[in-house]
C-alpha cells in the first residue's frame, strides 16, 4: 500500500478524534523513520507488510484511546522531543506558558530554579536549555518519574538540570532558590474531564488533588516562602477557574505582585507572586 492510502485509511477511522491528519502523520513518521516532510513529498511510496501490520496494529490501540504520545513514546515540549511514558504527565502545550513566565522573571545573573513534580522534566529541562548559566533542580515523588526525567536531561545534553526523589519540599535540602515553579495536580476527582482522552491513560497522582483541586497549590504556597531568595518568585499552572482562588491564597499567605496570566485558549492558567 502507498503512504498516501494508509494516510486515507486512517484519518477516515480516526475521524472522530481530535487531530485525525496529526495523529495519523505522527504513526507514519514513527513506523518509517521518515520526516513529515519526507512523508508529503513521496507519498507514492510502497510500505512494506511489516510496516503495514505496525501501522495497523498503533492505529488499533490509537482508536481505542490510547494516546498518541504513548504510542509512540515522546511528545514535544519547547521545541525538546521528550520521551514520555505512563508514570506521567504527558507535557501540554498550555505549560509552555509557565515556561515563558518564569523566563521573564529570573534574575539576569546566573540563578538556582527548582521545579516540583517535574514529571518528564519537560519545565525543568526548557528553563535549563534556555538558560545554561543556572541551575534547575526538578523534584517528583514517583521514583519512574525521576528516571524518566534524568534520561530525557542526559538525551538531550542538558547538564545544568538534576532531578531527585521528593514529595513537594520534603527531601529538598535547605538551599534557596530564585524561582520556583509547578504544574501539579489541580483537577477535582469527581471532574468529568477526567474520563475523555488522553487523561484517561494518565495517571490519577500527576492530575488530582483534594479540596476541589486546591490541596497541593495549597501546600507549595503555604511552604514556598522557606525556599524562595527575598524577592523570588513562586509561578503555579492552576485549572483555567482556579485563577481567583490561587490568588487569594498567594495573598493570604503574604506573596506580591500577585497575577495570573491566560494560556493560548485565552483562560487563566498560569497565577505568580513574589516573596520577600
Ligand atoms: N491541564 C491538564 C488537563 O486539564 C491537567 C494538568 C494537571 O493536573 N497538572 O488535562
Given at each position: 500500500m502507498m503512504i498516501r492510502h494508509w494516510l486515507k485509511h486512517a484519518v477516515v477511522a480516526l475521524c472522530g478524534g481530535d487531530s485525525p491528519k496529526r495523529d495519523a502523520e505522527i504513526l507514519l513518521g514513527f513506523v518509517t523513520g521518515k520526516s513529515r516532510?519526507?512523508?508529503v513529498a513521496f507519498d507514492d511510496h510502497e510500505l512494506d507488510a511489516t510496516q503495514l501490520a505496525e501501522l495497523d496494529a498503533l492505529l488499533a490501540r490509537r482508536l481505542k484511546g490510547e494516546p498518541i504520545a504513548h504510542l509512540v513514546g515522546e511528545r514535544?515540549?519547547?521545541?525538546?522531543?521528550?520521551?514520555?511514558?505512563?508514570?506521567?504527565?504527558?507535557?501540554?502545550?498550555?505549560?509552555?506558558?509557565?515556561?515563558?513566565q518564569a523566563l521573564l522573571r529570573i534574575p539576569a545573573t546566573p540563578s538556582s530554579l527548582l521545579d516540583l513534580g517535574t514529571g518528564t522534566g519537560a519545565i525543568a529541562l526548557a528553563l535549563a536549555s534556555e538558560r545554561p548559566d543556572c541551575?534547575?533542580?526538578?523534584?517528583?515523588?514517583?521514583?519512574?518519574?525521576?528516571?524518566?526525567?534524568?534520561?530525557?536531561a542526559q538525551r538531550l545534553h542538558i547538564s545544568n538540570a538534576r532531578f531527585q526523589l521528593s514529595h513537594w519540599f520534603n527531601d529538598i535540602p535547605a538551599q534557596r532558590f530564585d524561582v520556583i515553579v509547578s504544574n501539579p495536580?489541580?483537577?477535582d476527582a469527581a471532574d468529568e474531564h477526567l474520563q475523555q482522552g488522553d487523561v484517561r491513560f494518565e495517571p490519577l497522582s500527576a492530575l488530582v488533588a483534594d479540596e476541589a483541586g486546591l490541596a497541593d497549590l495549597r501546600l507549595i504556597i503555604h511552604r514556598a516562602p522557606q525556599w524562595l531568595q527575598p524577592g523570588g518568585w513562586l509561578l503555579l499552572?492552576?485549572?483555567?477557574?482556579?485563577?481567583?482562588?490561587?490568588?487569594a491564597i498567594m495573598t493570604q499567605h503574604g506573596y506580591q505582585h500577585?497575577?495570573?496570566?491566560?494560556?493560548?485558549?485565552?483562560?487563566?492558567?498560569v497565577t505568580l507572586g513574589q516573596f520577600f
Open positions: 516532510s519526507w512523508l514535544e515540549f519547547w521545541s525538546l522531543p521528550l520521551r514520555v511514558n505512563d508514570a506521567t504527565l504527558i507535557p501540554r502545550p498550555d505549560t509552555e506558558v509557565l515556561v515563558e541551575q534547575v533542580l526538578g523534584c517528583d515523588r514517583i521514583p519512574a518519574a525521576v528516571a524518566l526525567a534524568e534520561e530525557n495536580p489541580y483537577i499552572e492552576h485549572g483555567w477557574q482556579q485563577d481567583e482562588a490561587v490568588r500577585v497575577s495570573s496570566i491566560n494560556d493560548y485558549g485565552g483562560n487563566p492558567r
